[in-house]
């Protein structure tokens, strides 16, 4: 099992940043790929950013790159936190934002069948 929390969501301007964290704990062969996904309303479930626990590899989706951040804080083998640095915000960008993690990177890291775990997500309001 696999626990993943999210939190940093907020309203902000166009043009202004967040940071979204997400804690992950549990079985660490469960959490070794760890994505950030993103709904709006009425609209399917997208992959934002993915990173691999053990080596730092990222994938970005194409319009988010240059603009959103991955990086990782890998404190112990009992929970390791990834945070999603967002600048540059868009309305666009508004929607429910996603932790998942999977057991292994692929191609296919944007599926978002691939993924056994989730959070709960946390809200991000671009105004413009």
């Known amino acids: 099992q696999v626990q993943l929390v999210e939190s940093g969501g907020g309203s902000v301007q166009a043009g202004g940043s967040l940071r979204l964290s997400c804690t992950a704990s549990g079985d660490t062969w469960s959490r070794r790929y760890i994505a950030w996904f993103r709904q709006a309303p009425g609209k399917e479930r997208e992959g934002v950013a993915g990173?691999?626990?053990?080596?730092?590899?990222?994938?970005?989706?194409a319009s988010v790159k240059g603009r959103f951040t991955l990086s990782q804080d890998n404190q112990d083998n009992a929970k390791n936190t990834v945070y999603l640095q967002m600048n540059g915000l868009k309305p666009e960008d508004t929607a429910m934002y996603y932790c998942?993690?999977?057991?292994?990177?692929?191609?296919?890291?944007?599926?978002?069948?691939?993924?056994?775990?989730w959070g709960r997500g946390t809200q991000v309001t671009v105004s413009s």
């Open positions: 990173i691999i626990r053990t080596t730092n590899y990222t994938n970005y989706r």
């Open positions: 998942a993690a999977r057991e292994t990177y692929s191609a296919t890291w944007s599926d978002v069948s691939r993924y056994r775990y």
